[in-house]
């Protein structure tokens, strides 16, 4: 039986967003939030009476006669099967220590057979918007997105967590489209960043469908990688590579961008641009928004540089650009 899934409020449960358990060989860190930060443990028990698990929820402790990993699995699999909310966050992945590698690689298959197990049982796909998963295989990440609700989705996180692990784009094939052709962030964390490795993220974007970005998260990378990678965006702590998708042969798509940004979010550039410190600023660098207005409206003038998407160009802000660029 599920030991803490019965033992928390259902109110709790009913209203959790984000759902964490992080596990190694001898031990599980579960996170229910935000149910009033419920949080609990897992620890395997090993002695001359048999296996057990102590399993403490809060401020009370249970002991259970199974071995830790099965004890963890009813848990996940009773709070995945009767999720009725969206969730924002689920996660199942390593801790960073552990000592038996052998009995690590049977529990990352065992919770990753028990969430298939779980969302295979639902009557209707979990709606979750990020995936964070650690895997031996691409396979179970596939599988495992494959019965989620596609038009919800927007972040999977997957992790190979042992340093002989790589992956190549042909475990990505089986991925199923959503109905509304939603795409989702890809972001891969291993321990080496090799040539075949950026050969094979190559190969992922050349049929990328299914992604908005590729990010790929190491520890270690390959000299001859970083003189290969002038096409992607190293981030500022110099330990992930970001590779965007080009939609340029997708136009349903670049429409889809373009219109339904500024529903999400709009910024009043018309009172903004009119400012003292706009005035004083060096560089402009607008990012997932359209600008809509006429550049000559926006004081321009000072930016040495200036990265922006516009809806529309008309033939005065182009003779206004090409005038200013060749002014300085």
Request: net charge negative; with cysteine.
């Amino acid at each position: 039986m599920p030991v803490v899934y019965d033992h928390t409020d259902p109110r709790y449960i009913r209203h959790a967003n984000n759902i964490w358990f992080r596990f190694n060989d001898k031990e599980t860190q579960g996170t229910l939030h935000p149910s009033n930060w419920t949080t609990c443990y897992y620890e395997h028990i090993g002695g001359s009476a048999g296996v057990s698990t102590v399993v403490k929820i809060d401020r009370s402790e249970h002991l259970v006669d199974d071995n830790f990993i099965s004890v963890v699995c009813e848990d996940v699999e009773a709070f995945v099967k009767h999720q009725t909310e969206e969730l924002e966050y689920f996660s199942l992945i390593t801790l960073d220590t552990y000592g038996d590698q052998k009995m690590l690689e049977t529990n990352i298959n065992r919770m990753c057979r028990c969430l298939e197990n779980s969302l295979q049982s639902r009557t209707e796909k979990l709606k979750l918007k990020h995936l964070s998963l650690s895997v031996l295989e691409i396979s179970q990440v596939v599988s495992a997105i494959n019965l989620l609700d596609r038009d919800c989705l927007g972040i999977v996180t997957v992790r190979l967590p042992f340093e002989d692990q790589v992956f190549t784009a042909e475990d990505f094939i089986p991925l199923r489209e959503g109905e509304k052709r939603q795409r989702f962030y890809l972001s891969i964390y291993l321990h080496k960043f090799s040539v075949e490795v950026l050969e094979e993220v190559r190969k992922l974007l050349a049929y990328a469908s299914q992604f908005d970005f590729i990010t790929i998260n190491y520890e270690t990378i390959d000299e001859k990688c970083i003189e290969l990678l002038a096409e992607a965006k190293h981030s500022s702590h110099g330990k992930s590579v970001m590779f965007s998708i080009d939609y340029s042969d997708d136009p349903e798509e670049m429409a889809r961008r373009i219109h339904g940004i500024d529903e999400e979010c709009t910024i009043d550039l018309d009172e903004i641009s009119k400012t003292e410190q706009w005035s004083k600023v060096k560089a402009l660098q607008i990012k997932n928004l359209t600008v809509r207005m006429s550049i000559q409206e926006m004081n321009i003038l000072n930016f040495e540089k200036i990265e922006i998407t516009l809806e529309t160009m008309s033939q005065e802000d182009i003779m206004y650009s090409r005038k200013a660029s060749s002014s300085e």
